[in-house]
């Protein structure tokens, strides 16, 4: 199901005297988040002046907020995009849930994606059906396909993805 904004970091703290605030990607990279002109804080617009990419974190001059105190104010508060802003993104992981996945070699659903995960080697996809399968989020080799609007998943079952299945 596409959404009409779209998670993509949290303000995690100030950076400096002149009121940027310190953001944590949600995907892991912070260069994605420095594209955007507009972001939205409790599905409210605000505008970015400036932003740059410092150590792992954006750091972001919002509208409005000239000091530090004003920026600790916002620590804790979650950041969106509107999804048309990023129409180039295929999808998105909050997009996911509630998806059905399909075994791409016999076409038969296998359940419905429950939750994405995220692990140091990759993410990885709880879906649940007849078994519970963690499929590695690996394009290609386990993801074949991934049609957000027709909210359809193909896989590459491997043996061993199934978890309650001896």
């Given at each position: 199901m ?6 993509v970091?949290?303000?995690?703290n100030?950076?400096?005297v ?36 410092h ?33 180039d ?22 359940g ?7 692990y ?47």
């Amino acid at each position: 199901m596409r959404l009409h904004q779209v998670p993509v970091g949290r303000i995690v703290n100030t950076h400096g005297v002149r009121g940027e605030v310190r953001v944590l990607p949600r995907d892991g990279d912070p260069a994605f988040l420095t594209r955007f002109r507009t972001l939205y804080m409790d599905g409210a617009p605000v505008a970015v002046e400036a932003a740059r990419v410092h150590k792992g974190f954006a750091l972001l001059r919002l509208a409005g907020v000239g000091d530090m105190d004003a920026a600790r104010a916002l620590k804790g508060r979650e950041l969106s995009i509107d999804r048309a802003d990023a129409a180039d993104v295929p999808f998105f992981d909050d997009e996911l849930p509630g998806m059905e996945v399909f075994d791409a070699a016999t076409g038969e659903c296998i359940g419905t994606l429950t939750k994405v995960e995220a692990y140091p080697a990759s993410k990885v996809y709880t879906v649940r059906g007849e078994h519970t399968y963690l499929i590695p989020a690996v394009p290609d080799a386990f993801i074949l396909s991934v049609d957000v609007d027709g909210n359809r998943m193909d896989v590459r079952v491997w043996e061993g993805l199934a978890q309650d299945v001896d």
